[in-house]
């Protein structure tokens, strides 16, 4: 009998392994040749990811999947470093003409595609029409773009409608990567991860297992700083308990994100574990519903700004990651910044007043206003929302707290604005400019559908001059506007912490490349075990 | 047997068309729109937004919309993802794999396990070891299958160290050949063990009230009184007539294991349907859930036409009575 079952259980092992191997788990893509390369004993580097990509054209649809994965085997005409500074990437030196409306970017020579094919301008030209006329996601982010002439091999000029200045920011950024004209042209342009991706970047794609790893392989003929290691593989692990485990037993060296925040402490403690924590520009916000009672009252929002104490909502909420806001633009673009349209300081007392101004009186609970309150499920969203159900209680507004799935939550809210008040996060960069698809009128992120015409018109001027200092006093009056109208009432600047492990050498974070890669590059990394 | 066997799959191709259609109107009717999503909440492409609604008829009306999938469908096509524009067909096959090998090999092994300890308690109902199991079987069943994993992870790979936290294989040493097996033999032994535990709990159950109640019936009294030996008894009339529950069991398990496994294959990084499924659902990708759906209605029809007949098969009363 006992005999039987042992027999039983290792014939139940061999059918289900044939069964599995049969299937998926050998279903590689990309040259295997290349990858048995990278077997020679060299530095294998290993970063967590989230998620599967979802697609292997980094400029065809938003894909925070493969973003990280992209700045590795891609390049950009010019980039951003974990600084948030534009710096150069295949375009050497760039210049404005003397209107604004003309850049020229000299690009740098005998760039080679991964293939061994030569990087000319036409690539650039094409990478850029293609973003426009196949909608890439970047096309309402360049929509100032008019043409783009390519006068020699290096040289790529772009006509711009107008002047603007967030151009160069958001060129820098987003699904912006150069692609080879002669790999993605067509019916290629759009198709999922079918595609062998092919970069200038300082890692080659080698495979992509489903749901295992994306391996890229040191990319010798780099035309920046070549990396160190030999193969950089990003492992697929969605469970974010389960990555933090990963993290720790070693089976993870950069952890490729922010943990977490109920681990950041612990690994701030932890002497084998190091990583930098930046302010990123990226915050999170309150909005109202301009078109419905009660927020429609300047005195209502402004009672809620007052009544919220941003110190204790970081403190509480959002252990690690989070930074108290006190402006009303975001403190990464300290040139723009001014302190005397600051967020009102916490003043329960004031705030009643002002509720009592608005014609409310307390009824027998002691409560002015019935308000609701919708956020979505996601980091420390829930927890900040109960801080503030508990801040604005305290004042007499009482608040219905509803804690949506994403999807639902932006059908309510985005698409419906069926809500009164409501809470939004996310990136607001690449330039100080760039905050306004949320508060001005036609805004395609402006949930608080607050109009001012007088804001607009100071959005499009700040976004045509040049100069820091030019643009300065402009950014200064849309703050004025936004301290008196209360569109949006900010609460924390988002910190962003990736650990690595101390052995791990020239992360993006470190001295030595954060002046020069952006976040999620990996070229300047030594493993010193 | 013939026209029972036809008359079962005419049920089951009839379920999986109600399945499809019941499936279509569900997921559109829950609130959310896939391209919004995908557009993030950073900085939203109206443009991108609008060329992809296009794309994927999402401005068409529903009816429309349905009747275009099945036209599709029809064709042999499973359609595209929307968040990935790849087929839909080519995206569950790299992930099927890997779970049936997880959960085929858990199944039988919680069938085996679970049915034979069930058998040896309900023949010494009372015992110190039948109260022992019968307890344990409660605790683990009481077990949310997240949290077993996570603690299993945090035993065996975060102290003890001797297996690996998660994923299917080692990405430093990337082996080949017969230790890229054991590798994965190695990677799979956590999530397998967390998975076998969770559900022998069923068969141990099933089995041993099956079997106690068989044995109190009277032609068992009568055989008994006939003077024949308790083994005979037992392996002769019992065991068959006690199997009948478990078998029931066993098809349910079958039938979902595409994807009844998620939590435990998000907890394990392993690469299945798990994750696959949960974010297909939470960025409200059609055509991807329309997929797995149709393939998870497909697998429960074909289980249990398979499980009706097997039934036949084994107990007479069925095969003759209709």
């Known amino acids: 009998m006992k005999k039987g079952l042992l027999l039983l259980i290792s014939f ?77 990437d295949l375009a050497e030196r760039w210049e404005f003409n003397d209107d604004g409306t003309e850049i020229t970017f000299h690009l740098n020579e005998n760039v080679k595609w991964h293939d061994g094919k030569d990087f000319t301008s036409a690539d650039v030209k094409f990478t850029l029409d293609s973003i426009k006329n196949n909608n890439g996601y970047a ?10 002439s390519t006068p020699d091999d290096n040289t790529v000029v772009i006509k711009l409608s107008k002047p603007d200045a967030t151009f160069l920011g958001y060129l820098a950024w987003y699904a912006t990567f150069i692609l080879p004209e ?61 990555l933090v485990q990963a993290f720790y037993n070693g089976e993870v060296d950069i952890f490729g994100g922010s943990p977490p925040s109920s681990e950041i402490e612990k690994m701030k403690n932890d002497p084998n574990i190091e990583g930098e924590s930046k302010v990123w520009p990226s915050r999170q916000y309150l909005v109202f519903n301009f078109e419905k009672e009660p927020f429609n009252q300047l005195e209502v929002r402004q009672a809620i700004a007052y009544a919220l104490n941003n110190v204790e909502i970081v403190s509480k909420a959002q252990k690690g990651d989070g930074q108290v806001a006190e402006h009303f633009l ?64 305290q004042v007499g507004i009482n608040v219905e707290l509803n804690i949506l799935e994403y999807a639902t939550w932006q059908q309510k809210v985005k698409d419906n604005a069926d809500f009164e008040m409501s809470m939004l996060g996310g990136y607001q960069g690449p330039d100080v400019g760039s905050i306004s698809p949320r508060i001005s009128s036609e805004g395609s992120n402006n949930l608080s559908l607050y109009k001012n015409t007088e804001l607009d018109e100071l959005l499009v001027k700040g976004a045509q001059l040049v100069t820091e200092e030019e643009r300065a006093p402009i950014y200064q ?43 999620s590059e990996y070229n300047y990394v030594k493993i010193e075990k | 047997m013939g026209s029972f066997i036809i008359r079962r799959s005419f049920t089951g191709i009839l379920i999986i068309f109600v399945a499809i259609f019941l499936n279509f109107m569900l997921i559109q009717l829950a609130p959310g729109d896939p391209i919004s999503i995908l557009s993030g909440q950073d900085s939203p492409s109206p443009e991108m937004e609008e060329a992809l609604r296009e794309k994927y008829g999402l401005n068409d009306s529903v009816g429309v919309q349905f009747l275009t999938y099945l036209r599709t469908l029809a064709g042999g096509d499973l359609g595209e993802s929307i968040l990935s524009g790849r087929p839909v067909s080519e995206m569950i096959g790299e992930r099927i794999g890997p779970t049936l090998m997880l959960t085929l090999t858990t199944a039988i092994l919680a069938l085996l396990i679970g049915t034979l300890l069930g058998i040896y308690c309900a023949r010494r109902p009372g015992s110190k070891l039948d109260n022992l199991l019968s307890g344990l079987s409660y605790l683990f069943d009481s077990m949310p299958s997240f949290w ?69 019936e009277d032609f068992v009294t009568t055989l008994r009184a006939t003077g024949m030996s308790e083994g005979r008894i037992f392996n002769k009339y ?85």
């Open chain 1, 330 to 393: 975001s403190p990464v673009y300290n040139w723009a910044i001014t302190d005397e349209y600051k967020i009102p300081e916490y003043n329960p007392e004031k705030a009643k007043e002002l509720l009592e101004q608005a014609g409310y009186t307390p009824d027998k609970n002691g409560n002015y206003l019935n308000i609701t309150f919708d956020v979505f499920e996601s980091g420390s969203n829930a927890d900040m929302g109960t801080v503030i159900k508990d801040q604005l209680r």
């Open chain 2, 148 to 216: 077993l994993g996570m603690m299993f992870i945090l035993l065996f790979a975060s102290w003890l160290g001797i297996f690996p936290t998660s994923g299917m294989v080692d990405l430093r040493a990337n082996h080949s050949g017969i230790a890229y097996y054991i590798d994965v033999l190695h990677h799979m032994f956590l999530p397998a063990t967390t998975l076998t535990l969770l559900s022998i709990p069923y068969f141990f159950r099933i089995t041993r009230s099956s079997v106690i109640q068989v044995m109190s």
């Open chain 1, 182 to 242: 002669h790999v993605y042209s067509g019916e290629n342009w759009d198709s999922g991860t079918n595609i062998e991706p092919i970069g200038t970047g300082p890692f080659k794609f080698s495979e992509y297992t489903t749901s295992v790893n994306v391996t890229l392989e040191r990319n010798n003929e780099y035309f920046g700083q070549v990396p160190y290691v030999d193969r950089l593989v990003f492992s697929i692990i969605p469970d974010p308990n389960t």
């Open chain 1, 477 to 519: 009056d849309i703050q004025r506007i936004l301290a008196e109208d209360l569109p949006i009432y900010p609460i924390s600047e988002w910190v962003g912490y990736s650990p690595v492990h101390s052995y791990v050498k020239g992360d993006p974070s470190s001295d030595e490349a954060i002046q020069s890669t952006g976040f």
């Open chain 2, 238 to 322: 019992v065991l068959k007539n006690s199997i009948l529950p478990t078998i029931t069991v066993f098809g349910i398990t079958i039938a979902y294991m595409i994807t009844g496994v998620a939590i435990i294959e998000i907890v394990f990084s392993w690469p299945g349907m798990g994750s696959f499924m949960l974010n297909a659902i939470s960025r409200r990708d059609y055509p991807l859930l329309m997929g797995i759906y149709l393939v998870l209605s497909i697998s429960v029809a074909v289980t249990m036409i398979v499980v009706d007949v097997l039934y036949a098969f084994i107990d007479p009363r069925i095969r003759y009575s209709k």
């Open chain 1, 139 to 148: 096309v309402s982010n360049l929509k100032s773009m008019e043409e783009v």
């Open chain 1, 12 to 88: 139940v092992f061999f059918v289900g392994i044939i069964a599995g191997c049969s299937g998926g788990v050998s279903e590689t893509q990309g040259n295997e040749g290349d990858s048995e390369s990278g077997l020679s004993g060299g530095d294998t580097l290993i970063v967590g990811l989230a998620g599967d990509p979802q697609t292997f054209n980094p400029d065809a649809r938003a894909d925070d999947f493969l973003y990280p994965i992209a700045q590795n085997v891609f390049s950009r005409l010019v980039k951003l470093n974990n600084n948030q500074e534009i710096i150069p």
